[in-house]
């Protein structure tokens, strides 16, 4: 079974302040996808990154980074000096090689005060 | 290039009665998922189409029913609307089976069951 944790439900951080959002998963499968989303206040998530189960290097893009390690299951990412924009709801998500369902993890809901 | 459009945008009804949301995928994408986000929770997948037919469905009662038409467009219907179907109705749409299929998400329908 696929299974996605984010034990975070809610972070609160003054601007300028990194922030790690944590995303744990489970599969049997030895060919997968991870995803992250994010969802503002409008409503509509929006795509961020996708890596390959077999690639494990890590990717920077601006203040975003993210940490893929197979060892621990984990797909963690990492906003370095956040801003008041980043206010909103993160989603990790995981999808099967070949299969189009995504299991989605119950979000972090991200707080930035100026 | 046009986005994953849902219409309506919000909608309100009443106990008992039915409501149909329409979700237009972007250009190319034969993939279509319908996820339900109540208030302050995560994304509760629902239904996935794909050319036409149903490829998956979530953990929802009967009178949660959709299709997918030729053109790939897809409805979702409610029947015997309740209390607890008030949220928002997230339409996704991807490539069909293949490597990096992503989800695009649409706006969502905010329905209100009163």
């Known amino acids: 079974a696929q299974k996605v944790t984010q034990a975070q439900t809610e972070i609160s951080v003054v601007e300028k302040e990194d922030v790690t959002l944590d995303c744990v998963y489970e599969t049997r499968d030895t060919t997968y996808y991870l995803f992250w989303y994010k969802q503002p206040p409008s409503g509509e998530l929006v795509f961020l990154i996708r890596?390959?189960?077999?690639?494990?290097q890590n990717e920077i893009s601006g203040r975003y980074s993210w940490n893929f390690q197979k060892s621990t299951s984990s797909f963690n990412f990492t906003i370095t000096a956040s801003q008041v924009v980043d206010s909103a709801v993160y989603f990790c998500a995981l999808r099967r090689y070949n299969f189009n369902k995504f299991y989605f993890g119950s979000g972090t809901k991200l707080n930035v005060k100026p | 290039e046009a986005g994953v459009t849902q219409s309506p945008t919000h909608l309100i009804k009443t106990r008992g009665q039915q409501v149909t949301l329409r979700c237009s995928p972007i250009?190319?994408?034969?993939?279509v998922y319908w996820y339900q986000q109540a208030l302050g929770l995560g994304l509760q997948f629902l239904l996935w189409y794909d050319e036409g037919e149903e490829r998956n469905r979530g953990n929802f009662p009967p009178r949660f029913s959709g299709r997918q038409f030729p053109n790939y467009s897809s409805e979702l219907n409610v029947n015997a609307l309740e209390l607890e179907d008030s949220a928002l109705y997230l339409c996704?749409?991807?490539?069909?089976?293949?490597?990096?299929?992503?989800?695009?998400f649409g706006p969502g329908t905010r329905l209100t069951v009163l």
């Open positions: 890596r390959n189960s077999f690639d494990e």
């Open positions: 996704a749409s991807s490539y069909r089976q293949g490597r990096y299929n992503e989800q695009f």
């Open positions: 250009s190319g994408h034969t993939s």
